[in-house]
């Protein structure tokens, strides 16, 4: 059989879509999920997503990192499936949607996607670091040079030497002109650069409020994909009403046999 498939990309993050709602995709199949994700062998992605019929909200978003295995929550995935369910016309301008980490609203403008992440309780300190889940583990170190740093090797010897093997996603932050942060992004599952990663955006952004770097609760922060703007509010050390907004599009559609 022939399964149609589309690939978006949010500031430069890039997902393989299926439409899951007759469950046809053999979602067990690690490697197939893996191939298809290859860009070499396969469509090539930063991750493979699933929308599936959820019987409390909308649509259910099943996620897959590039090496084949379910993942943690995606923040670029996120946006890019609440624009996949309005082309395919399963919500219109606001959605409730089910994810690996529960429940998210969103709502979509044109091409910007507005999506609410999960509360933030706890923001750990590290010597020259913070450690926080936005729906996915990540580590966020201010760096000089970041133009230049070599985010793969140092991402990857954090990501194993300090988190173990199940370890974390690595961002590498520093200060721009502009009054936000410029970030680069190791992220595990893909174990590599990406171009941008959602929930490590949401990250850097809280964790430099928390550090004082910043005293803004919307800030931008510049991905090489492209710009992505949090917003938060915050009371005693709890971060609520966290937004992840930018640009999430349709790529390209196709057909794939196995």
């Known amino acids: 059989m022939k399964y149609t498939f589309y690939k978006y990309q949010g500031t430069g993050n890039d997902f393989v879509m299926f439409d899951n709602r007759k469950n046809e995709f053999p979602k067990d199949d690690v490697s197939l999920v893996a191939k298809i994700c290859n860009r070499r062998f396969g469509v090539g992605s930063d991750g493979l997503i699933l929308l599936e019929d959820d019987e409390n909200t909308d649509f259910k978003m099943v996620y897959f990192n590039a090496d084949g295995k379910e993942g943690s929550m995606c ?34 403008e044109g091409d910007v996607v507005s999506l609410k992440m999960l509360d933030v309780k706890e923001i750990k300190e590290k010597s020259n670091a913070v450690y926080l889940n936005t729906g996915s583990p990540h580590h966020v170190q201010l760096v000089n040079e970041l133009k230049s740093f070599n985010v793969a090797k140092e991402g990857a010897r954090l990501r194993y030497g300090v988190y173990g093997e199940k370890g974390s996603n690595i961002n590498f932050v520093e200060f721009n002109k502009l009054g936000g942060f410029n970030i680069r992004t190791y992220e595990r599952g893909v174990e590599d650069e990406t171009l941008s990663c959602g929930t490590g955006v949401t990250a850097v952004a809280l964790g430099m409020y928390h550090l004082g770097k910043t005293k803004e609760k919307i800030v931008t922060v510049k991905a090489i994909g492209g710009d992505l703007e949090v917003s938060f509010e ?16 349709q790529v390209y559609k196709g057909e794939l046999t196995w």
């Open 75 to 108: 923040g670029n995935g996120g946006r890019c499936i609440v624009a996949f369910a309005h082309f395919l016309g399963v919500i219109k301008k606001k959605t409730v949607f089910i994810a690996i980490d529960g429940l998210h609203e969103a709502n979509i």
């Open 234 to 249: 915050e009371q005693n050390g709890l971060y609520s009403n966290i937004y992840l907004k930018g640009e999430a599009k």
